[in-house]
């Protein structure tokens, strides 16, 4: 499968826990994404990365939320101290670098569920 | 900031009958995408649109950007079963910086 993987796809944690997601984006896609999403919403931005370099952080919840991407490669979604409201379908996505007028294709994984109980 | 509206927000319909969801930028828009998403899936990319009164049709899909790249649609004709599922319109521009704006989504009801 050469899709974006997304682990693990279900996460229950108690409150006030830490959890990571990590995701491996379609290999020659240089911009990977993460998202999050609500029933009965859209997804909601988060943060992307070109590379391995973090360019929009700005929308990320709180500063319990951090992500990473070391190598360019997978990237991994931190979220520290849990809370209820957390709980959410995590979207990591990826995309080529395009051209401003012509936007970036966005391939979405599968979500990574998170309930926090 | 820059918002993205989709109406309705749900749309039941017999099948055989057809669907329409509308997108309605606060800003002129660069290009705009229509995703669908399953239910319990993901969203998958359905098409781009970049010019100005562009229309593009898939099948039974056809996608309309509006003349000043503000609006946009999405038609389904004689829905199927398989048609299920929730439409999304995303769209970008320089104020954003072409990162993707999302509506909330038409979620389509097919009544039994």
């Known amino acids: 499968d050469t899709g974006v993987s997304q682990d693990p796809r279900h996460k229950i944690t108690k409150r006030g826990q830490n959890v990571t997601f990590r995701c491996d984006p379609i290999s020659e896609h240089n911009r990977l994404y993460w998202y999050r999403q609500t029933l009965g919403q859209g997804p909601e931005f988060l943060t992307y990365f070109q590379n391995e370099a973090q360019l929009e952080k700005s929308r990320l919840l709180s500063d319990r939320f951090s992500a990473e991407r070391p190598k360019g490669s997978f990237s991994t979604l931190e979220i520290q101290r849990t809370e209820q409201g957390d709980s959410a379908m995590y979207l990591c996505?990826?995309?080529?670098?395009?051209?401003?007028?012509?936007?970036?294709?966005?391939?979405f994984g599968e979500g990574s569920w998170l309930t926090v109980v | 900031g820059q918002q993205v509206m989709q109406i309705p927000q749900y749309q039941h319909v017999q099948e055989g009958e057809d669907f329409t969801t509308y997108c309605n930028s606060s800003?002129?828009?660069?290009?705009i995408q229509w995703y669908k998403q399953r239910p319990g899936g993901h969203p998958v990319f359905l098409i781009q649109l970049v010019k100005s009164g562009e229309v593009k049709k898939q099948k039974r899909l056809t996608f309309q950007f509006g003349e000043a790249k503000k609006n946009s649609s999405l038609h389904i004709t004689a829905t199927q079963t398989t048609d299920v599922g929730t439409y999304f319109c995303a769209g970008s521009n320089l104020d954003s910086n072409y990162q993707l704006i999302w509506g909330a989504g038409t979620k389509l009801i097919i009544k039994p």
């Open positions: 800003t002129t828009l660069s290009n």
């Open positions: 996505a990826s995309s080529l670098k395009g051209g401003g007028h012509s936007g970036n294709t966005i391939y």
